[in-house]
């Protein structure tokens, strides 16, 4: 049985009159999305403008949100924003969707600025135009009726944005907080291309950042933005359908620089100390593989995983730890099962144990050898007996 999907691709980042249009263009009717943003208490202030728009080449639905005028911006709290959402009466998915995007945005200001949620007052994202790409978000996405969204990697830009706090690096501190587990790309555009509110939208939406596989297409919609680039300002909402055992299985999706190169005038002994270090540096995992170079030379291929803000430190100590020269970068993407690391509280002393779920819903686990290895020279017993006594209390724990 097939389940319905919504695919968003970010080439030129993503903001909210973006995602407006998009939606429009892939099937969200305008005067459903004008209707029911007229709930809101804030109807008067603004006008909806949805008209035909074009971007080298591509067409698509242009959206603006035209203010009244001698309406200003005001510094508004959650609090406010969930109040005037519960007046205008949505119903609950509506409601609960755009509530979640304005709480990611406020607990990424939060911990940059060091602050609670709820002494954040919203600057620019707390204005009227804001309040109806977040409301109007909602509704769309209601109204779509999708089981499942998904995101390639989403371009964010580059420069300086001028906000309230002055000019801020692209992308703007918000945006970086809320994509920082998700696939970017920097510097594709010269400007600001992905917003917090853009952010917001996709940190509340995208169930799986990575592409579809075996995606029937039955729609395709384009967001014109307001803005040239050198790429088309454009998003593209994809809609369709999935096979419903691609959406059951529950992987996490994780985006690293993979980097390899090939030695064969090092002494084995150098590798140890050097995979020491590029773990210290930030190198997620690091493996050896012995390899035949030319002339018929043996070698040791190195590769390492890292992310992006690491990845200059890891080089650095790669170059000056190993007689390489040079490396080849590939960005890789990995799914995997969903894990947790937790401590186990055993008759000979506490474990680490880290635990992955598996499709079945089932739970597959496994010690932390280092802490074993230390209960056994405390106790002065084996590892092999120690391991088989915390196992069997851990699995009862556990299962």
């Known amino acids: ?36 943003l007229d709930r809101l208490e804030l109807a008067d202030e603004f006008d909806l403008v949805v008209e035909p728009g074009r971007k080298m080449g591509i067409t698509g639905t242009r959206v603006t949100v035209r203010l009244a005028e001698g309406i200003d911006k005001p510094h508004r709290h959650l609090s406010t924003i969930k109040g005037i959402l519960e007046r205008a009466a949505y119903p609950p998915r509506v409601e609960e969707l755009a509530v979640s995007m304005f709480t990611t945005i406020a607990e990424a200001e939060a911990k940059i600025h060091g602050t609670t949620v709820e002494a954040i007052h919203f600057h620019e994202v707390g204005a009227t135009d804001s309040i109806v ?84 297409a039955t729609a395709i919609g384009y967001g014109i933005g307001q803005k040239d680039f050198a790429v088309p300002n454009a998003l593209r909402l ?108 055993t008759s000979l002393g506490d474990i680490r144990v880290k635990i992955v779920t598996l499709p079945s819903g089932s739970k597959r686990w496994k010690p932390e050898h280092d802490d074993i290895a230390a209960i056994a020279e405390h106790k002065g017993t084996d590892y092999l007996t120690t391991k088989a006594v915390v196992s069997r209390e851990i699995d009862a724990v556990i299962k």
């Open 133 to 216: 790409d977040i409301a109007g978000a909602a509704i769309g996405i209601d109204y779509l009726d999708v089981d499942f969204a998904y995101c390639s990697a989403v371009e964010v830009g580059s420069g300086m944005v001028r906000c309230e706090h002055g000019l801020m690096p692209v992308p703007a501190p918000a945006t970086a907080e809320i994509l920082k587990h998700a696939p970017c790309r920097y510097g594709g555009v010269d400007g600001e291309a992905t917003t917090p509110t853009g952010a917001a939208i996709l940190g509340s939406v995208i169930d799986r950042f990575e592409s579809p596989r075996d995606f029937t």
């Open 238 to 345: 994809t809609l369709g359908d999935i096979p419903e055992t691609q959406s059951a299985l529950a992987v996490e999706t994780e985006t690293n620089i993979e980097v390899e190169c090939n030695i064969d005038d090092m002494t084995p002994e150098a590798f140890g100390p050097l995979t020491e270090r590029l773990f210290a540096k930030g190198a997620k995992d690091v493996f050896l593989t012995p390899i035949v170079m030319k002339k018929s030379r043996p070698g040791t291929k190195l590769s390492l995983l890292v992310d992006e803000a690491r990845l200059d430190a890891v080089l650095a100590e790669l170059f000056a730890g190993s007689t390489t020269i040079g490396a080849r970068m590939q960005t890789v993407t990995k799914r995997m099962l969903p894990r947790e690391e937790r401590t186990v509280t």
């Open 1 to 36: 049985m097939a389940q319905r999907a919504l695919f968003y691709e970010c080439f030129a980042g993503i903001a909210g009159d973006m995602h407006l249009g998009a939606l429009i263009d892939v099937g969200v009717p305008a005067e459903h999305l004008v209707r029911e």
